[in-house]
């Protein structure tokens, strides 16, 4: 049987990862989930008409610690190895999609629609795994106790990993006595471990690495294939988030990084609201192919500056390929002055210190 050290110990050789002791260390309580799922025994039936009583399912996990520490590249290897139904998904995509459904099902007059909400989770899947647990909006707040009440109690192992210690989730939230009890049910249910690790592997990944390539050429599109290689090892899917009520799709993500192109943020009818959504649902965002600016793209190129700015101050991480250097993108057309900060704040995102800081 394969396990995770040894699934491990093979991208070690492989040279996809680096040795990280403190990540040896972590491993162990993925394995042992790993472990009783693959050995669980069968139901036991407890009546002639009694539905069969499913086996206590192990705790699950939840690992924090600093950007880069390579929680998801472990989370990766833990969902490899699993022999059951697993989900992986990025936490607020995941927290946006229940929202829709429990808009939807209010709608259809649903007096308790937290119960077949999770009840269809916990049919679908036996393992959720989760990227990046953060809770920054009141109304996931409000939901998520009873909703992960009714998944632990239905069986559902929960594997999630986050920058924040559990006791600072939803800190200095909105009415944050009434989201207390998840916190306790978190430490109740789940396994809590850092990752103390030194290193921030995905710095080290870029580390005195080109990020803004200019001019568009095959050049340019060889380096940002070769940069999204590196940071997803070729597994990517569509991320989908959903803002008031309307599904905004970015086309390829894996891990808290998303690619996409300039025509797919900025050719399309977004607002602020769908730009705050991605910045803060991605730590790297790989753009491509931003054209020059001016009056024949004026809606574009406004678009460009609200993205730009929402990313700027949720310090994403930005790598793109554009037709010119920042300072020449925008030299004609009304929005040329304001687009100056813009300039600046693109030339500052290429620095090698950019990005969001550890938690």
Partial sequence: MTTLMDLYDERVAEGRIQRD????????????IREALANEPPAKRTGLFRKPKAPEPPKGLYLWGGVGRGKSMLMDL???????????????????????????????????????????????????????MQITDIADAMLVGRLFEQLFQAGTVVVTTSNRVPNDLYKDGLNRQLFLPFIALIKDKLVVRELASERDHRQDRLKGAKVY????????????????????????????????????ELPRYHNGVARASFY????????????????DALRLLVLEN?????????????????????????????????????????????????????ASRLREMQDASWGHPPA
Avoid at 21 to 32: I, S, T
Avoid at 79 to 108: D, I, K, T, Y
Avoid at 218 to 227: F, K, L, W
Wanted: with cysteine; proline share 6%.
């Fill in 21 to 32: 002791p403190a990540q040896e260390e972590a491993l162990p309580e993925f394995e042992r």
């Fill in 78 to 132: 833990f969902v490899e190895s699993l022999n059951v139904p697993v989900r992986r998904v990025h936490f607020h995509a995941f927290m946006q999609e229940m929202q829709a459904e429990l808009h939807r099902l209010r709608g259809e007059g649903v007096e308790d629609p937290v119960k077949p909400m999770a009840k269809a989770v916990s049919d679908a899947v036996k393992v959720l795994a989760f990227d990046e």
């Fill in 213 to 248: 390539f200019t001019p568009i050429d095959n050049t340019a599109r060889a380096e940002i294939n070769r940069v999204w290689q590196e940071l997803t090892h070729g597994v990517e899917e569509p991320l989908v988030l959903h803002v008031k009520g309307r599904k905004l």
């Fill in 264 to 279: 797919d943020l900025c050719g399309q009818m977004l607002g602020p609201g769908d730009y705050l959504a991605i910045a």
């Fill in 290 to 342: 931003i054209p020059r600016l001016g009056r024949n793209n004026f809606n574009e190129a406004k678009r460009f500056v609200i993205l730009i700015d929402a990313l700027y101050e949720a310090r994403v991480k930005l790598i793109v390929s554009a037709m010119d250097e920042p300072e020449s993108l925008y030299i004609e057309g009304s929005g040329a002055f304001e687009f100056e900060r813009t």
